[in-house]
């Protein structure tokens, strides 16, 4: 593939499957392996999951073109990049606000998700201890009664200063990265770890396929019972698609600004989100059957990922040794996203305030720091305190699913809305038409989603989960 730059005093991606591994790796991640399966087992799996697939498809991948087209065309962070088409349409500069909205979506769970990211270093730590307890050809915790193994995680919760202290760290290795650059940082982590972490996930599932509960399994993520469809679950899958993606929060914006002219837009984002859902559905098909084979719940919520998996390891040979790689696999998917996040507030400040980039990096860092202890204290001291509760959709929660909740329900799917409407009716048609790499059938459906499918679609999810008795 040719080589391309991403502008003349800029940093890009230095080749389009550069740019390929780089948007899957911030697309793929704890999203896919953590909050999808918890998601579609609380939200009780086969509606959920079909619903999720359907906006992927007809939400998510034409909001994805529409991002790395505005990015592209822009070469220069997000709310930048939607100021120059807005000025190349004629259009209000005002439009940059969408981009803002996704700036500080990004912001705010980029604190949230290196809480996440400190709690798979935990268990990278726990199965490394385990290497030397139980031995490198049995299996994982030997002797251990898997109620044992499941406190892992509410005794990490317990546990206030470990849990910031894991938690700075992830930062930290997510700083390090951000602050060298695209090119020479953010780059180098995704194609590394991206390619690894495929052949570790395929090759745990088809483990699973032969040890666990395999037909239970696909019984339950893709039988549709419609009665189970109601608005806060079509809310959470189509909250739970944008947050797969990185969408509605600028992400795809920015890195979209660092492509360069020859890469075809339409192609590239098509084989994005199939990559993405591919892998939130293998890590379904790799879940559950281990969870349904223990006898456990499927609505176990957060703790699926990090309770139940490790149970595959117990009975497998060289189980603390895989379980190690495994963990460590996720902790790869889990920074080439929280990279992607770090770098769009990087990347606005960078150009705004004129502060060189680890410099910058270290500013974002460090106002995520103060919300991250906050989440992380939502575990365990802070656990009763409930920020917003008297607002009903967040009433009751603490500030880890605050924050939570207030950017896939609320500020990404309005972000979304706002890209739709840009792109679809304001922005210049011609620009739009050059950018997308699309022609024929797939340009006319592709504008028709654009134009009228995901405007109407996202506000009436958004309506119908804000008000969820609306619905009945
Ligand atoms: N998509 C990422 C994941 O699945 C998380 C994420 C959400 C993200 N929004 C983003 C990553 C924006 C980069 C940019 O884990």
Redo the contacts with the bound molecule.
């Keep these: 593939m040719a080589l391309t730059q991403g502008g003349s005093t800029r940093d890009g991606w230095s080749s389009r499957s550069a740019f390929i591994l780089a948007a899957i790796g ?7 392996l953590w ?1 999808f399966p918890a998601e579609a087992g609380a939200n009780g799996g086969g509606a959920f999951v079909l619903f999720y697939i359907g906006c992927v498809l007809l939400i998510g991948l034409p909001i994805l073109l529409s991002e790395t087209l505005i990015g592209r065309h822009g070469q220069a962070s997000a709310p930048e990049s939607v100021r120059r088409v807005a000025s190349a349409s004629k259009a209000s500069p005002m439009w940059a606000m969408l981009a803002n909205i996704g700036v500080l ?2 912001f705010l ?1 980029v604190s949230f ?1 290196c809480v996440v990211g400190g709690w798979v270093l935990y268990y990278v730590g726990v199965f490394v201890v385990d290497i030397f307890q139980s031995g490198l050809t049995g299996g994982a915790f030997a002797g251990q009664d898997p109620k044992a193994v499941e406190a892992l995680l509410p005794a990490m919760f317990a546990n206030p200063s470990l849990m910031i202290g894991l938690f700075v760290l992830f930062l930290a290795i997510t700083v390090f990265f951000v602050a060298r650059g695209v090119s020479s940082g953010i780059e180098v982590v995704a194609t590394w770890m991206m390619p690894a972490f495929f052949v570790l996930l395929i090759a745990i599932t088809i483990y699973g396929a032969f040890g666990g509960a395999f037909g239970q399994t696909i019984d339950f993520l893709f039988t549709f019972e419609p009665e189970r469809l109601t608005g806060p679950v079509m809310l959470a899958a189509l909250g739970q698609a944008f ?5 509605g ?4 914006i920015t890195y979209g600004s660092y492509v360069g002219r020859n890469v075809n837009l339409g192609s590239t984002s098509g084989i994005i989100a199939s990559a ?1 859902t591919f892998v939130a559905l293998l890590a379904g098909l790799c879940l559950f059957p281990i969870v349904f084979a223990a006898g456990l719940e499927a609505n176990a919520g957060p703790g699926l990922m990090f309770q139940t998996l490790p149970h595959a390891f117990q009975d497998m040979p060289a189980g603390a040794l895989i379980g190690f790689l495994f963990f460590l696999m996720i902790g790869f ?2 920074l080439t ?2 990279v ?2 770090l770098e ?1 507030p990087t990347a606005w400040v960078v150009e705004k305030f004129r502060i060189v980039r680890p410099v910058s990096t270290a500013l974002v860092a460090f106002c995520a720091l103060f919300l991250g202890v906050l989440a992380a204290l939502s575990f365990n001291v802070l656990a009763d305190f409930h920020p917003l509760d008297f607002i009903p959709l967040f009433a009751g929660q603490g500030v880890f699913d605050v924050l939570d909740g207030i950017t896939a329900k609320l500020l990404v799917p309005i972000g979304a809305i706002l890209v739709s409407i840009f792109v679809g009716w304001v922005a210049d048609r011609q620009l739009v038409d050059m950018e997308n790499g699309l022609s024929g059938v797939l340009h006319f459906v592709w504008l028709m989603l654009v134009r009228f499918v995901c405007p109407i679609a996202l506000i009436a999810i958004l309506i119908v989960g804000i008000f969820p008795s609306l619905s009945q």
Excluded at 26 to 32: E, F, I, K, T
Excluded at 249 to 252: C, N, R, Y
């Design positions: 911030s697309a793929v991640g704890l999203g896919n909050r979506a990004a769970i998700y947050f797969s993606l990185s969408l929060m600028a992400g795809m993405d998917a889990a996203s929280s992607a996040l769009v």
